[in-house]
């Protein structure tokens, strides 16, 4: 997949529509210092923007494989330009995550795109958790690699607060104590 190409199409048109979006997954763990290996972009979405999404996603020559009330899979018959996922943000705490999201430039300035912050990364990786058991070792070392990088400046109490939604306490208590 070339990233490059296929962020500077769809910032465009995300901005063009007035999208609002946030970079999520393994290329924003890359952006707050966290070395991950993604094949993918995925993105937080307002749901009410899904219709304009799908619409770009179409024009731009991608096939929707999957689509339900909390996500969408884009599929590129051209390997360049790979897959796209999105969560569909509605729910008060997802819309909240996007607001918090923050401007970064990458590619070395070249291209600005709006992250979501590592605290609101840490929570979607509870949530995957929690959805997916099997995922757990991978999302874990996830989040125990930037509480390494942003410990000291992380919102501490919307951190605890995901786990609390999740009711997932213990691990909250295990990863701390590490």
Known sequence: M?????????????????????????????????????????????RDHMMKTDRIMLEAGYECKYRSENVSQYVSSLRVFGEVDFLHAF???????????VQKEIFGGSLKIKVLQPEDIIGLKVQAIKNNPRRAERDIMDIKSLISVWGKELDWSLVEGYFRIFNMEKLYERIIKK
């Open 2 to 46: 070339d990233f490059k190409s296929v962020l500077s199409i769809l910032l465009k048109e995300f901005d063009k529509n007035n999208i609002d979006y946030a970079l999520m997954g393994g290329f924003a763990l890359g952006i707050w210092g966290v070395g991950s290996t993604t094949v993918d972009i995925d993105f937080l979405v307002s």
């Open 91 to 101: 729910r008060e705490a997802s819309l909240e995550m996007l607001k918090r999201a």
